[in-house]
């Protein structure tokens, strides 16, 4: 635990007094915030924890100015290391961000500039800051994405975002944040898309950071488990309010509102599931295959993406896919959807051959195959209200308008949401949006990449009970691919591991998860263990970290 006395003498470096936000929509004005007051001071970490649509990303965007043009703000305060953010200039601003302030936003994919470099975007912040010739820019950028244990740094500098995976996009937005050593750091859902062993590496990263030059953080995230770690504070929000704060031991081990409570109860464990609940793995019984892919392989730049991957799923399974970023994932993901050309091998689904590219196979098919994205930003038209959405995925549906308010129930959203644009919905809501998409044809076989990764806890447990409904009900199959061990054996009755390519590990999830054979799966398991050990971890690197403070 870092000393709570020097803390506690540090005058705030972000004090927020009295703010409100709502956003005018075509429904009319929508409270996100109301009446929140929080401060954090230099070197501290506060957490900001709620479900999905609780307003914790309003209050990110808030604290630099960046709410769209159609919102109303109201604060008695928003200062930064004693200035007032709100009568700066828009110049003043830009010269703040990225120097005395950076932020690390949920969705890498939208904030990295798609038609720059990965090099480009990161040389840009230091030229632009530090008045640094090229070559000592790059030589920085090199060492930034070391840092944050990007492999081969000089390769992905002269990549583009959409060429390089999701979890190592979060991780170059973490070095584009870290770059100018800020007094401040706005993280909001950091390590949504990072396995539980970069996981860690991240949270050695923010502890140097911390220790060396006394940043604090504001953290936003659903994931108690990572708040637990690195939080000195904790503030609770529930439809846009603070219900609970106090220092993070006291409000987890001993939780004073019932909405703290409720998230608490919905922390996945790493442990075998036990409850009155019958869990969704062990409620498959294995049928004939669904679908069968032997030998895949997939080379991108000269090196092998994906390296002779075989495996099969029943029909009514879930086959758990885990592994670091950057380790094939979700191109095998894309594989199977038809959606990545250019790859060698086999894939027959319900026993018939099928395209190696969306495009070549039959209607059938491709009803009977769909696909859930890590980013829903990315696949959801941002100029459809979301009833058209769902209505474009239903076809020829004669109960379209019934079948909208059902799918809507069944992700647990509100039947007037179907007015709404994408943009008007957080990142967890859009998540459920393309979940009830995906769902709407009523396909064999779902691939669910990450499916709950922007989600919080509570929001999780009804999407894996979800799952199961629609499991059970048209003995559905998944492919579900994912980072989150704890949700891996929850839903997966066997579980493959993939580590740079190729298919090091597959069997039974307890039995992998009891008996790892490979060291790689033997490090995420051992990490996570670690990380879960107790309801508040009090020896994590990070507090190894602060002590030394």
């Not at 890590?374 to 020829?396: G, M, V, Y």
């Amino acid at each position: 635990m870092p000393n709570n006395e020097k803390l506690v003498s540090q005058p705030p470096i972000l004090d927020i007094r009295g703010l409100s936000i709502s956003y005018r929509t075509a429904a009319g004005s929508k409270p996100a915030v109301s009446d929140i007051s929080f401060y954090i001071r230099r070197g501290e970490v506060l957490g900001l924890v709620g479900e999905s649509g609780s307003g914790k990303s309003s209050v990110a965007m808030a604290v630099l100015n960046y709410l769209p043009a159609a919102t109303s703000v109201s604060a008695e305060r928003i200062d930064f290391e004693g200035r007032d953010l709100r009568g700066n200039s828009s110049r003043a601003l830009r010269n703040l961000r990225g120097s005395r302030i950076s932020a690390v936003y949920q969705n890498p994919g939208a904030a990295l500039n798609p038609a720059l470099t990965i090099g480009r975007q990161i040389t840009e912040i230091l030229q632009a800051h530090l008045q640094i010739s090229m070559r000592e820019a790059l030589i920085q950028a090199v060492r930034l994405l070391e840092a944050v244990h990007i492999r081969n740094p000089r390769t992905v500098l002269k990549q583009y975002p959409h060429q390089i995976s999701g979890g190592m996009q979060q991780r170059v937005l973490i070095a584009m944040a870290i770059a100018l050593k800020p007094s401040l750091v706005v993280l909001d859902e950091p390590t949504t898309a990072l396995d539980a062993s970069v996981q860690s590496e991240i949270i050695t990263i923010l502890g140097e950071l911390r220790r060396d030059h006394d940043t604090a953080f504001l953290l936003i995230s659903h994931d108690i488990h990572l708040v637990r770690q690195l939080a000195d504070r904790i503030a609770v929000m529930q439809d846009g309010r603070i219900v609970e704060t106090g220092p993070t031991e006291q409000v987890l081990q001993a939780p004073a509102h019932s909405y703290t409570r409720h998230l608490l109860r919905n922390v996945p464990s790493l442990g075998s599931p036990s409850s009155g609940k019958e869990r969704l793995a062990d409620a498959i019984t294995p049928k004939i295959p669904i679908l069968q892919c032997a030998n895949l392989v997939h080379s991108f730049g000269g090196r092998r993406v994906l390296d002779g991957v075989t495996f099969e799923i029943a029909a009514g399974e879930t086959f758990g896919l885990i592994g670091e970023s950057g380790s094939g994932k979700t191109t095998l993901a894309r594989i199977v959807a038809g959606l990545q050309p250019g790859h060698s091998g086999q894939i027959t689904l319900m026993g018939n051959d099928i395209g190696k590219v969306v495009e070549r196979r039959s209607p059938e098919q491709r009803r009977n195959l769909s696909m859930v994205f890590q980013s829903p930003d990315r696949t959801l038209n941002p100029r459809l209200r979301l009833s058209r959405i769902l209505k474009r995925a239903l076809r020829e549906d004669r109960h379209g308008a019934d079948r909208i308010s059902e799918m809507l129930r069944a992700v647990g959203l509100p039947q007037d949401f179907a007015r709404r644009l994408p943009r008007e919905l957080s990142g967890g809501q859009r998540q459920r949006i393309a979940i009830a998409r995906a769902f709407a044809g009523k396909p064999r076989l779902v691939i669910l990449d990450e499916p709950t990764s922007a989600l919080d806890v509570s929001v999780q447990a009804r999407i894996l009970d979800l799952l199961q409904e629609l499991q059970s009900a048209h003995d559905t199959a998944y492919l579900f691919i994912s980072h989150d061990l704890r949700v891996v054996r929850q839903i997966a009755k066997r579980v493959g591991v993939l580590y740079r390519g190729q298919l090091v590990e597959c069997g039974a999830t307890e039995e992998v998860f009891a008996n790892p054979k490979h060291p790689y799966t033997r490090q995420l398991l051992l990490t996570l263990a670690f990380q879960s050990s107790s309801p508040v971890q009090t020896s994590s690197p990070w507090r190894s970290y602060a002590a030394s403070l």
